[in-house]
Every structure is written in structure tokens, then in C-alpha cells.
């Protein structure tokens, strides 16, 4: 449904994508991570034909999105992180005005409108003005504008962001019940526990670069995940994390705190804390950590998703 091959995009001296290549195939949930910065947007603004490409190719159902860009949008529907609506206007109006953009014939429109405000549970708000809506209530109205034609592929580009937990929720349901009527979803987000719910398949971008993807289970067995030992510190400075590291193989500093990797984590922790004590550390708190998705995407990236 999906394909992209060696996509690159500059932006002056910037180089936002670095030659990505990935496939999905039809009725696919993707995730698509990274930290601010790594080129998540920038893909998904080409992919919905918002960007023109440096380098690469991208088809689309099937069509060359720069041979055929029109047909492409057909067979697209994008939310986007900013809300796009106009605040003077009923949710219904919103709606009638973004059917028309996409050409969607008028009595089908009203039709369809029916449906998708009465799926994303806006039927009594309906009539009221944007402006009077909460921001989860916005994000809902946003995501039934990308649903009014009936596209094959929807890309989402971080919709739960500040969002009450009861309209998080409902749109969680809503992308179920989209997937598992066969939509394709491209999915970015800053919260693991959304990717492991919603994906197949993962795709993890830093700096341009996919540098893993799979399913979660693939990139749990991948061979650079381990289990993972974190210690903060009340007193650890450059010199006694250096000291630490010339002792500890694998690890890695996030301010007072130290990530230490193993195998066998449960076997290595007395020798993790006794060394720790031998220099003098004072610990302040240990927490182990199972292979999940946060682990093994701070081991890959050394970064917190959410690191601005």
C-alpha cells in the first residue's frame, strides 16, 4: 500500500532525512517514533503530498506520488498535529466546507458526515460552534475531516496530544475499529504505551535515519536489547561515571541516573551495586527494567522520546 524508498529532504544546510526506506502493506497499523527533530513529521508531510522530496521515491495504492500526486490525495487522509478548523463555525459546517474540498459528492457528504459524527460521538455537540469545544473534542472533529471521502490510508501525525484521557480513549477505539475494517495507519506519537497498543509493526527514526523497525517482538530479540539495571545517584559526578564506565562494559548516563546493560540483569545486580559502593556512590533509588519499547528505545536512540 505503501512504499518509500531512499527519501531524502534538505532544508537549506539541514539534512532532515537521510535516504529512509520502508514498506506497508495494506491494512498495516505503522508506527512511526523518534525524538522532536528526527524526521518523523517530515515524512509523514511528504507521504501526504504537504512536501516536496529532495531524493527518492514514495508510491502511494500504487501511484507515483510525483507522477500522480492527485491520485495519491484521493487515497489519503492526514490529521495533523495543529488543529485545522475554523473556530466560528459548527463542527457540521466545518465539515460540509472540508467534503467539498475533497470533491465529495453532497448528498453522499451529508450521508457520510452522519456516520463519522455519530462515530466519534459529536452528535449533540454537533450544531455548536468549534470555538466552544474542549481540545479533545477539536482533536475528534479534526479526525473525522481526514475520514469524510472514505481513504484508504490515514495518516496521524501525534492526535492524542493534550487531550483528556476520555477523548484519548475514543480515539483509541476509533483507530481499532478503522484497522480492523482493513484502513492502512501511519501513526507518530511521543507515547510508547499508544505504539504498543495500536502498531503491527514499528519504525524507530533518529536523526533522519530509520535505525530499526519490526514488531515489538522482533525488536525485543533483536541482538542489542538487553535488560536493563537504572541507579540514580546522589552524588554522581564526571569523574565517578568515568570511573564507573572503565569497570562497566555496557552503560549509559542520563544526568544522576546510570543505565546499566546485561543478559542476565537479576545475576549481575549484587556486583552492579557492590562496585557502585566500592567508589563511594550513594544510591538513591534502583529500578529494573523488563525489554519493552521505552528500553528499546532509549537504547537504540539515547534519548527519552519525549527529550526536546
Known amino acids: 500500500m ?3 524508498s531512499n527519501l531524502r529532504k534538505s532544508f537549506d544546510t539541514i539534512e532532515a532525512l537521510k535516504g529512509i526506506s520502508f514498506n506497508i502493506p495494506q491494512g498495516e497499523c505503522f508506527g512511526l517514533l523518534g525524538p522532536n527533530g528526527a524526521g518523523k513529521t517530515t515524512t509523514i508531510s511528504i507521504m501526504s503530498t504537504l512536501v516536496e522530496p529532495s531524493e527518492g521515491k514514495v508510491s502511494i495504492a500504487g501511484f507515483d506520488l510525483k507522477k500522480n500526486p492527485l491520485e495519491c490525495k484521493k487515497n489519503i487522509g492526514v490529521v495533523t498535529q495543529e488543529i ?3 473556530n466560528e463555525l459548527s463542527a457540521y459546517d466545518n465539515l460540509l466546507f472540508w467534503g467539498g474540498m475533497y470533491k465529495v459528492p453532497r448528498l453522499e457528504l451529508i450521508e457520510r458526515l452522519d456516520e463519522i459524527v455519530n462515530l466519534l460521538e459529536l452528535t449533540d455537540r454537533k450544531n455548536d460552534k468549534v470555538k466552544t469545544y474542549s481540545g479533545g473534542m477539536k482533536r475528534r472533529v479534526n479526525i473525522a475531516s481526514a475520514l469524510l471521502h472514505n481513504p484508504k490510508i490515514l ?7 493534550g487531550i483528556d484521557p476520555q ?4 480515539i483509541f477505539e476509533i483507530i481499532e475499529k478503522l484497522h480492523k475494517e482493513g ?7 511521543h507515547y510508547m504505551e499508544e505504539a504498543e497498543r495500536l502498531c ?6 533518529d536523526n533522519g535515519e530509520i535505525i530499526a523497525q519490526g514488531t515489538l517482538d522482533e525488536l525485543k530479540t533483536s541482538g542489542t536489547m538487553k535488560e536493563t539495571v537504572v541507579i540514580s545517584f546522589t552524588n554522581l559526578t564526571d569523574e565517578s561515571y568515568t570511573t564507573i564506565a572503565n569497570n562497566w562494559k555496557d552503560l549509559q548516563r542520563f544526568g544522576d541516573t546510570i543505565h546499566f546493560y546485561s543478559m542476565n540483569i537479576q545475576g549481575e545486580l ?4 557492590l562496585r557502585c559502593n566500592a567508589f563511594g556512590l550513594d544510591i538513591r533509588h534502583i529500578d529494573i527494567q523488563k525489554i519493552n519499547l521505552e528500553t528499546i528505545f ?5 534519548k527519552q522520546l519525549r527529550d526536546k
Open 183 to 189: 484502513m492502512t495507519i501511519v501513526y507518530t506519537t
Open 155 to 161: 495518516f496521524m501525525d501525534e492526535p492524542t496530544v
Open 84 to 86: 485545522a478548523l475554523y
Open 167 to 170: 477523548s484519548r480513549n475514543l
Open 2 to 4: 505503501i512504499n518509500v
Open 298 to 302: 532509549l537504547r537504540l536512540t539515547g
Open 200 to 205: 503491527n509493526r514499528i519504525g524507530i527514526i
Open 270 to 273: 549484587s556486583k552492579i551495586i
